[in-house]
């Protein structure tokens, strides 16, 4: 005599099976599209905050709430005009200014100078005791609004703002992104394990005022 009891859990399991795969595989894709996104980083641009074949976590759902700050790391899909690529690609900078920011190079002590408050950056590039320069030229610039002005940590190796300032014949529009085509904000190096850590917005921004 067949059991009901028994058979009827097991047979009802396998029916149900796609059902729950599709949820799953739907679920990931939303949150893929909308929420969380790994990247990987392909470039030294960057360096040493982030190295070549790290790869972030994405948080892409927080500037549908707010605009960027100061100091976060964020991807962007990057103009046709600084990637080549007309079907757009995918870049990670840190922002330094942010709407309305006057944005100047360099004071008596070689750093950037934000709305009049100069600001160390102990994240540039290091190598062999010798730290990057915060620009390899002086600049004097505002950023227009619903736009940011972005910058590679490795500041001699990174196509940026400054980059496409200086290319474009000091052209703010085309050094700076709309904030509209930020993907989302890279808040941890998760991959390799022995590198994973928080990135978090470093203390120097905390005294840069509004402009």
């Given at each position: 005599m067949i059991d009901e009891q028994t058979e009827k859990p097991r047979s009802s399991f396998?029916?149900?099976l796609p059902i729950l795969l599709g949820v799953a595989i739907l679920v990931a894709v939303l949150v893929r599209a909308f929420v969380l996104q790994t990247f990987f980083i392909p470039s030294p641009s960057m360096e040493n905050t982030l190295k070549i074949d790290d790869r972030v976590l994405v948080n892409k759902l927080v500037y549908d709430?707010?605009?960027p700050h100061r100091g976060e790391v964020i991807v962007f899909k990057a103009p046709t005009e600084w990637?080549?690529?007309?079907?757009?690609?995918?870049f990670i900078k840190r922002v330094i200014g942010v709407?309305?920011?006057h944005v100047v190079c360099c004071d008596v002590q070689d750093r950037l100078v934000i709305n009049g408050r100069s600001l160390e950056e102990p994240y540039?590039?290091?190598a062999n005791g010798q730290q990057d320069k915060p620009a390899d030229q002086d600049f004097d610039i505002t950023v227009p609004q619903g736009r940011l002005w972005v910058m590679g940590d490795h500041r001699s190796a990174s196509g940026d703002s400054l980059e496409h300032w200086q290319q474009s014949g000091q052209d703010i529009t085309e050094a700076t992104i709309p904030e509209d085509q930020v993907v989302g904000r890279a808040f941890t190096?998760?991959?390799p394990v022995d590198?994973?850590?928080w990135l978090t917005v470093p203390k120097q921004f905390d005294g840069i005022p509004n402009p």
């Open positions: 396998w029916k149900e709430f707010r605009s990637s080549g690529n007309p079907e757009g690609e995918d709407a309305g920011d540039i590039y290091s190096v998760f991959w590198r994973a850590t």
